[in-house]
């Protein structure tokens, strides 16, 4: 049992409402999106405003030997939010501010709590997107996703969150505050830290602020579905793309009991006869240029046996 002083102690340190001790409150953080994972109760939540009341949790934590365990939104598949050793749980929903949108210099910075959508709707106006796209981007964190490297749909052409992480401040262990990287392209003096904690999944430090590389949107995209009466044509498919040098944004495989478990979840039409599947988009600056590489992605599908269907408007694509 965690010490009454404890919770007095991170009260008078955070603010009596950033500190949740009651069990209906905390019943969230019990448990994330692993599945099989007992489930376990914190003794308390705690939800820093800065990264000062980060370092002042951590110095607590460490005199007193108490695990802690950060947490963005707890949608990872890895079980790093479920606090097993019980001890305080550090939610980063108050931590969730733009810091800086540099459109000129193509960055952001922004504190961990951010959602990765919010950047996203953030810097659209000024014709820029984050590329990092796991299929929680509307509730998952900038700094939950920086602690577990992830990726999504468009990995194959933009790459995964480390990629786009130029630069970071962290709390250590020791309470100490370091900052790694920066906004400038090529930093390259000395150890590459900031690579060094994305993917750490929370165990090196605390993420506390992190500069984040925004490219420019693309302006147009094609949206293609192909659909095969084998698995291995649709692979074939796949080698063909990248053979034939076309890098789409996206280009998912699905087998017949993915596209059931889809369809029967979503309902939107897949075919479930079928026994492979292959979602491609396509996208680009130049509308030739994409209109090209969809038609040689095209190509490939049908030199693949595949039946080639397109998005003709963005609800289809959707
Ligand atoms: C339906 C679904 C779809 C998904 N799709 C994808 C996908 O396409 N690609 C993919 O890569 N992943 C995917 N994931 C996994 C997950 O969504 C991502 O890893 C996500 O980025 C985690 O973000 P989060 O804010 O929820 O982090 P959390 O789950 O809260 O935390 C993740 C880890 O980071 C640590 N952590 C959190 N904040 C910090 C911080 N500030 N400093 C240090 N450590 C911290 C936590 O302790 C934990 O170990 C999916 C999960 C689900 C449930």
Redesign the pocket.
Known sequence: MLDQTIIEQLKTLTGKNNVLTKKVDMVAYTY??TADLPRQMPEVVVMPTSSEMVQQIVDLARTNRIAI??????????G??VPLKKGIVIS?QKMNAILDIDAANLTAVVQ?GVVIAALNSAVAPHGLIYPPD???VAT??M???A??N???LRGLKYGVTKNYIMGMEVVLANGEKVRFGGKTVKNVTAYDFSNLFIGS??TLG??TELTAKLIPAPKYRRTLMGVFKTLPDAGNAVAGIIAAQVIPATLEIMDKMTIRTVEDFAQIGLPVDAEGLLLVEVDGMSEDVVRAEAEAVMEEIIANNGDCQKANTDQERD
């Not at 365990?69 to 890895?78: D, I, K, Q, R, V």
């Open positions: 994330d999106a365990y950060p947490h963005g939104a707890g949608t990872n598949l890895s790093g939010t980063f961990p796991p299929g929680t998952a964190t700094g939950g996703s602690a577990e992830s990726g999504g999944e929370g605390i993420i």
